[in-house]
């Protein structure tokens, strides 16, 4: 069974940074494409970053220049560096990748901006 266990999320003042992780632990085979999405308070989950296994990323125009999406294939791990924050990035933020098993969810961080 895959897990996905996310973390570092909490509440930061605009213009602060965090850095969120997300580990993919169980038996997994073939990851091409890990993704990270939001979901603020009465709006849709949206798409952030996301990055394939030959390195392509794709950003939200929202976020593009402001967040990184990077991985570390050996540990499983996808990262989100999200800096210069503002109040409009607060939302649950979910870890998801696809592999040959097919297609995973984490449990969401709370990512909170505000002064």
């Known amino acids: 069974q895959v897990q996905l266990v996310e973390s570092g999320g909490g509440l930061v003042q605009p213009g602060g940074s965090l850095r969120l992780s997300c580990a993919a632990s169980?038996?997994?085979?073939?990851?091409?494409?890990m993704a990270w999405y939001r979901q603020a308070p009465g709006k849709q989950r949206e798409l952030v970053a996301s990055q394939t296994s030959l390195g392509m990323t794709t950003y939200a125009d929202s976020v593009k220049g402001r967040f990184t999406i990077s991985k570390d294939n050996a540990k499983n791990t996808v990262y989100l560096q999200m800096n210069n924050l503002k109040p409009e990035d607060t939302a649950i933020y979910y870890c998801?990748?696809?592999?040959?098993?097919?297609?995973?969810w984490g449990q969401g961080t709370q990512v909170t901006v505000s002064s």
């Open positions: 998801w990748l696809a592999a040959s098993g097919g297609g995973y």
């Open positions: 169980g038996t997994i085979f073939n990851i091409y494409h």
